[in-house]
């Protein structure tokens, strides 16, 4: 319970301040719209979340088609070369973002590809189909084989296969690994923050510049309209992945 | 079989060779580009040269590298003390509350890292609340500094991987057979003694995977010391971010990089050694060790 | 409903290890058909190629002379009832059974009307409106059957159907699959690797083991007279001794002997003759010098505790009760006979007055007549 408490108290903390009329957070001058206002105001913040969602977009659709089939594969042919495949999809998730975002810079670098909205759509898409794979492949794991040989043998060819058999039954994870990408697209920071360019900024890089240099309240309100968005994802996804009883 | 061969490397080009061209190829470019030597203005020179690892020689470096791995070591232990009881909790919940508290705990960490960085900065700043209280309650001088130090840091790299820590022990406790800690008392073991030798050892498994999970992201921190550390606490994260795009020092950056990646690979190399030795005394014990999945 | 199937030469490598040998078999019209073998034996490989999930190295299929070799299963007039049931756990049991219907384009009204009949046949008229996972494991078979049985196959492949269910679940669902195939016809081809199943509901069993078939034959057939040693072993229990022929004693009797029961006693031409020559039913032709396998049934041996009276063509021995285990309508015995515990189980009758059954370490009499044991020949006389 002293955990939970632990963990909830800083975002509540936040939500209380986004409604502070004080310039600083010290003491508490009453309850004010007047942060939510300004930022309504803020032309760089829309940029920045139309930005983030354009992104979150691009690679979800991406990392879903590449990583359904890489966990296709891995899970399919049991070949050497599979191994290999699913260690390199393994591996982005051990390297520490920063590694990756730096790896991704040089490579953008030396191959000339100038930073932009591209090269954060080619890092994010690298992450996240790592974890659509992964979620995928273990929907793969649970999901047994036999039914499609009984839906062969009971006369369906494989268009009829994949609607009725494949998607209703691996739909829900489908959703659920596209769901993770999107968000973990719109949460990321360090990788984004290495790899764009001047004025492709993300709502987390526009954060982070905003905590660097003012404006604290206005990163409050901000806050808790991300954080309500993101909720709704996760709870979404939730309820996708709950098992069907 | 042919035909198989076929539809296996049409089906796998694209997600293989995605990963090999933005993962796999950056990753030894980085490598790479650690020995080259740089030349004003962010440009390459060329030949090769260890003038970087050299300069991770520079008195400067040493206790960043030393201030990231104890951070990061005391980060892993303090989720590790804390994740075990909790996971413990959890999982002796009744059912139905469990999928609860569980969502409970892996709420905030859906919640916007940088958000979460943010709202601890606000606690602890000078002017914030909880220096209020504790000035008002004398556990705290009015001058003590709660920001901007290694203390900071820590607090809020435990905060923010502490969830992180609890979902894999937890994983591995709800496979717990409870019974056996019952067994344990049957055979005249007390409470704590069944914890540690029954409990512990059949979580093991979750709580190395807990162990990597922290551990490795630690050490990779950026944006923590960047927001609640001071200049005196800077981690190689830091450093990098600096070299790579204030300094514009790429084979400093890539240097720093292929050390952290080495860092890294150390743990993992012990996590692999570890694991295969535990599969090789199950096999052994043929199963007489419960609780424990490979 | 039901076809004449043939396989002819059917043979199916993986890598170095040849599954199924050169295999031939012809079904009849209407049938059912056991296919006994233990695990490993080649037998699901061997339904696996029926049902056109493998395709074999050489050999074909026919179905009423028509080669469906090179058919992929979603044509095949062939359906299978899967071991683990296989049902799809996101339709409902109506849809289950009706989904073979659907995937044909049959209007709805006419798949609805069939899965009542299905339902109907199998009793899960109730369950109808559930899905897989709220009913049990004997009720999952049932639809598993029905399900497998809509689209009218010309062969109904069942592997190891009942293999999951406990006992006396299983004894049930027998009955019901008897009552069915009586019912809707057609050829069942039935994999299992238990004999009871095997015996009970096949018309013919085939036994196999690495990848060929031992013996095909009707299930008495097959039981009372096994064709090698590893027929004799794998269906039922049994004692086998090694022997060699030592004389032809008449038209019907032939004597052999062996050195693993010590002294044995036979009885012939009204006289109890001493020695090491035991005599057997001259059902298939040895001469002297040729080493067989006698196959002697537990259930065939008399146990007494008393010396048997004389009876023409009977073999005596002696020995010693080992081991027992009273098992309700039968106890069951490990006899030690000259170097070899023999099993040997009896059935409980009515007890006798004052009767006290045979225990432990209790001295005893075995007995058996030449036509009690079956022969199976392992070589011939070179010389």
């Not at chain 2, 962010?42 to 990231?68: M, S, V």
């Not at chain 2, 500094?145 to 994983?171: C, D, R, S």
């Not at chain 2, 300094?247 to 990089?257: C, T």
Request: contains cysteine; neutral net charge; glycine residues 8%.
């Amino acid at each position: 319970m002293l955990v939970l408490g632990f963990f909830y108290l800083p975002i509540a903390m936040l939500f209380a301040q986004s409604f502070n009329a004080a310039k600083f957070g010290g003491q508490w001058t009453g309850f004010s719209l007047r942060w939510y206002d300004e930022l309504w105001r803020r032309e760089d913040i829309h940029q920045a979340a139309w930005n983030t969602l354009l992104i979150a977009t691009i690679s979800t659709t991406a990392s879903v088609v590449l990583g359904v089939l890489a966990a296709w594969c891995i899970h399919r042919f049991r070949t050497r070369a599979q191994r290999i495949h699913y260690g390199l999809v393994y591996a982005p998730l051990v390297v520490p973002d920063i590694l990756m975002g730096l790896s991704l810079l040089f490579l953008f670098i030396n191959i000339g590809l100038s930073l932009s909205l591209t090269t954060i759509i080619i890092a994010h898409t690298t992450f996240c189909m790592s974890y659509v794979a992964l979620v995928m492949l273990g929907r793969l794991q649970d999901f047994d084989e036999s039914m499609i040989e009984a839906a062969r043998d009971l006369g369906a060819n494989w268009p009829t296969i994949i609607r009725r058999i494949l998607l209703p039954l691996l739909g829900p994870g489908l959703a659920a690994g596209a769901l993770l990408a999107f968000t973990l697209s719109i949460d990321d920071f360090v990788i984004t923050f290495l790899v764009s360019g001047p004025g492709n900024t993300t709502l987390p890089v526009q954060i982070f510049s905003m905590m660097r240099r003012s404006s604290p309240q206005v990163i409050n309100a901000l806050s808790v309209i991300f954080m309500t968005v993101t909720f709704i994802l996760v709870i979404l996804s939730q309820r996708l992945t709950r098992p069907q009883s | 079989m042919k035909t198989r061969q076929w539809i296996e490397s049409v089906l796998s080009l694209p997600s293989f060779g995605w990963l090999v061209l933005f993962f796999a190829v950056p990753t030894v470019l980085v490598f790479a580009l650690s020995f080259k030597s740089a030349e004003y203005g962010g440009t390459l020179g060329t030949g090769w040269t260890l003038e970087a690892w050299r300069h991770l020689a520079n008195p400067a470096y040493p206790p960043i590298i030393w201030r990231t791995v104890w951070l990061s070591l005391a980060c892993t232990a303090l989720c590790l003390l804390f994740g075990v009881p909790v996971a413990y909790w959890i999982a002796r919940l009744d059912p139905r509350w469990r999928h609860r508290v569980l969502l409970l705990v892996i709420l905030p960490f859906w919640t916007n890292f940088l958000i979460r960085i943010f709202a601890w900065r606000t606690l602890l700043h000078p002017d914030g609340h909880l220096k209020n209280l504790l000035v008002h309650f004398g556990w705290a001088e009015p001058n003590t500094q709660l920001l901007y130090n290694n203390g900071a840091i820590l607090l809020v790299l435990f905060y923010t991987y502490l969830p992180f820590a609890i979902l894999p022990i937890y994983a591995a406790a709800e496979k717990f057979d409870f019974t056996l800690l019952d067994a344990a008392r049957d055979l005249g073991a007390t409470k704590w003694e069944a914890f540690r030798k029954v409990f512990l050892p059949g979580v093991r498994i979750g709580m190395l995977t807990a162990v990597l999970i922290v551990f490795i992201p630690a050490l990779g921190s950026y944006a923590i010391p960047a927001v609640v550390g001071g200049p005196s606490s800077e981690m190689i994260g830091s450093k990098i971010v600096q070299r790579a795009t204030l300094d514009r020092n790429i084979p400093h950056a890539a240097a720093l990089g292929a050390f952290l990646t080495l860092v890294i690979f150390i743990p993992l190399g012990i996590a692999a050694f570890l694991r295969w030795r535990d599969r090789r005394v199950t096999r052994r014990s043929h199963g007489l060790t419960p609780g424990v999945t490979p | 409903m039901g076809a004449f199937i043939e396989l002819q030469n059917i043979t199916k490598r993986f890598g170095d290890a040849t599954v199924v040998d050169d295999i031939s078999l012809t079904l009849n019209k209407g049938e059912v058909f056991s296919l006994l073998g233990p695990s490993g034996s080649g037998k699901t490989t061997l339904l696996r190629i029926l049902a056109g999930f493998i395709a074999p190295d050489a050999g074909r299929v026919l179905v009423n002379g028509e080669d469906i070799t090179a058919m992929p299963p979603n044509q095949r007039p062939v359906n299978t009832v899967f071991q683990n049931y296989a049902l799809f756990p996101h339709l409902t049991i109506r849809e289950n059974i009706g989904f073979g219907l659907s995937v044909a384009k049959t209007p709805i009204d006419r798949v609805a009307e069939k899965v009542d009949e299905m339902l109907e046949l199998v009793q899960m008229q109730e369950h109808a409106h559930k899905r897989p996972a709220q009913i049990s494991g004997g009720q999952k078979q049932r639809v598993a059957i029905a399900r497998a049985l809509i689209n009218k196959p010309q062969l109904l492949l069942l592997d190891e159907p009942l293999a999951a269910l406990d006992l006396k679940l299983r004894q049930r669902l027998l009955i019901e699959l008897e009552k069915i195939h009586a019912e809707v016809g057609g050829t069942f081809l039935y994999v299992t690797h238990d004999q009871g199943e095997a015996m009970s509901l096949g018309d013919r069993i085939a036994v196999m083991h690495e990848g060929g078939f031992c013996q095909i034959g009707q299930p008495a057939e097959v039981y009372e007279a096994p064709q090698t040693r590893f027929v004799a072993e794998f269906v039922g229990d049994t004692n086998l001794i090694d022997a060699t022929c030592v004389e032809v004693e008449n038209e019907r009797n032939l004597g052999l002997s062996t050195t693993e029961l010590g002294h044995i006693e036979h009885d012939l031409d009204s006289s109890r003759r001493a020695g090491g020559v035991f005599l057997a039913n001259k059902a298939i032709n040895l001469q002297p010098g040729d080493k067989a396998v006698l196959s002697l049934r537990p259930e065939r041996l008399a146990l007494r505790r008393e010396p048997p009276p004389f009876a023409e063509e009977q073999n005596t021995v002696r020995g010693v009760i080992e081991d027992l285990s009273y098992q309700g309508s039968q106890t069951y015995y490990h006899v030690r006979v000259g170097e070899r515990l023999l099993a040997v189980s009896k059935q409980h009758r009515r007890f006798l007055p004052h009767y006290t059954p045979i225990s432990m370490h209790e001295d005893v009499w075995l007995s058996w007549f030449s036509n009690d044991g079956h022969l199976i020949i392992t070589s011939r006389d070179q010389s």
